[in-house]
């Protein structure tokens, strides 16, 4: 499965917000094959916070760590959130180009 982010704005700011794509996409989710993985793209996406990152890829992480990969951006704010989660939420994003 991949998953465009920017679907969800091109501004990923708020904790509330992130909360609902996720609360939004779940039913998509829930029909995943068991050994299906999850690419997260960043494309389009121009700033993206911690808060939004940590309601929407950090329960993805939790739910899906051994199969969830996040596309490899170069975008600063994407950059820096990833640093942000994966120092104070204990999780290991893994990137692929």
Known sequence: M?????KFGTTLTSRQMGR??????????????PDEEIIVDFDGVNTFSPSWGDEFLTQLHRRFADRLFLRETKNPSVVATMQILE???DVKF????
């Open 2 to 6: 991949f998953i465009e982010l920017k």
């Open 20 to 33: 609902e794509a996720l609360s939004a996409f779940n039913p998509i989710l829930n029909t995943l094959k």
């Open 87 to 89: 120092e104070t939420g």
């Open 94 to 97: 893994r990137i692929r180009k």
